[in-house]
């Protein structure tokens, strides 16, 4: 629903009917409906999600629960544009320690997922490529494509950040086979974008420009238009 047109309105409206019937979990399931694996907006806060979120945050019970390890995971995320974005590293840490704590190996991955991006500085490039590494071999237990998929997008990042040309298109392959299987709009663009990418570091640059036209159409299709061009 996050992806189509009207889906982020649609669901915080559904945040704040939860919100009058004091429904705590169905605030939760809204707010985290609305995130796509990534910061919701690029360059910008989404000032109104932030604030459901921390609410949706706020009514959660005390203790180590797995939605509110997700919550704060997907706040820290969405800080990453924020004056005060600073504050997403020990967001993000919280996360992942309740998330382990909760010994809930979906939960684990989804806050790692979430990482990823939400700490990306070239001094945590060892950590993610750990955490990288950990979220491939959860991913590969749950036997969940979507979650393997995000993995190896995830880690074909970080490999090129360290110059592990190998080991990165090993993930475009990964991706490209998950993406088959999967056949959603957005993973075809993600999985594209990987592979345009590759054509580009191969320096045939004849075919890396009609992959980007391509990844270009398939952004769109996605309804990732921001992110599209800005990629393009």
Avoid: K
Avoid at 37 to 44: D, E, I, L, N, Q
Avoid at 183 to 189: A, K, L, S, T
């Amino acid at each position: 629903l996050s992806g189509r047109d009207g889906g982020r309105e649609t669901l915080l409206r559904a945040f704040e009917v939860a919100e009058d019937l004091g429904d705590p979990d169905r605030m939760a399931s809204a707010v985290l409906s609305v995130n796509r694996g990534f910061f919701s907006r690029m360059g910008r806060t989404d000032v109104q999600l932030v604030a459901a979120i921390e609410r949706a945050i706020a009514a959660r019970p005390p203790g180590t629960d797995p939605v509110t390890a997700e919550l704060l995971a997907t706040l820290a995320s969405e800080l990453v544009w924020a004056e005060d974005g600073d504050r997403r590293f020990g967001l993000s840490d919280q996360a992942l320690t309740m998330a382990r704590e909760s010994d809930d190996a979906r939960t684990v991955a989804r806050v790692l997922l979430l990482r990823t991006m939400t700490i990306s500085a070239p001094d945590t490039i060892t950590d993610r490529n750990t955490e990288c590494h950990e979220l491939l071999d959860i991913a590969d237990e749950l036997q969940d494509p979507a979650i393997r998929l995000q993995a190896a997008f995830n880690r074909g990042g970080t490999a090129l950040e360290s110059g592990d040309i190998e080991d990165a298109m090993e993930m475009v392959e990964r991706t490209r086979d998950l993406a088959r299987e999967l056949r959603q709009p957005r993973v075809f663009w993600l999985a594209n974008m990987m592979g345009t990418a590759r054509r580009i570091l191969e320096g045939t640059l004849v075919e890396a420009e009609q992959d980007a036209m391509e990844t270009l159409r398939l952004g769109e299709a996605a309804n990732q238009n921001a992110e599209a061009r800005i990629f393009f």
